[in-house]
């Protein structure tokens, strides 16, 4: 079976509490979620329904059946898709090129030259 990328619209801060929830606590059952996004998300249980299958068929999340309940969990972790969407900025505002992501990372003061530094030295480590 192939692994589909998840979508590549933006996630809603609704949508994105819920991720973070799943991330955090791991599997969880829509009532579970529910509960989870509370007190700063007060939502109906078919609210949160609807959006855990848009996420799904977003390939945000899978699902699988334990007895008649579905249980939910991210389909990727936060680091991979987080990856992803950086790929997706890097290819449509620096024409694919990481060196120019990164320069313009340093030139906004996002990273610093000693965090930059810093990464490169690990990535000579883990290489």
């Not at 619209?9 to 509370?38: C, K, M, N, S, Y």
């Not at 249980?45 to 999340?61: H, K, P, W």
């Not at 992803?84 to 900025?89: C, D, H, N, P």
């Amino acid at each position: 079976m192939t692994e589909r990328k998840p979508a590549a619209r933006l996630l809603t801060d609704l949508q994105q509490a819920i991720l973070d929830f799943l991330w955090t606590r791991g599997p969880a059952t829509a009532e579970e979620v529910r509960e989870g996004l509370l007190p700063e998300h007060p939502l109906k249980d078919s609210s949160v329904r609807t959006l855990l299958r848009r996420l799904e068929a977003q390939s945000y999340l899978t699902h699988r059946l334990e007895g008649k309940t579905f249980v939910y969990e991210a389909a990727l972790p936060a680091r991979s898709l987080a990856a992803t969407a950086v790929r997706r900025i890097i290819d449509r505002f620096c024409s694919g090129s990481v060196e120019q992501f990164l320069l313009g990372m340093v030139d906004e003061e996002v990273l610093s030259v000693d965090q930059m530094e810093h990464l490169a030295r690990k990535v000579r480590k883990t290489k």
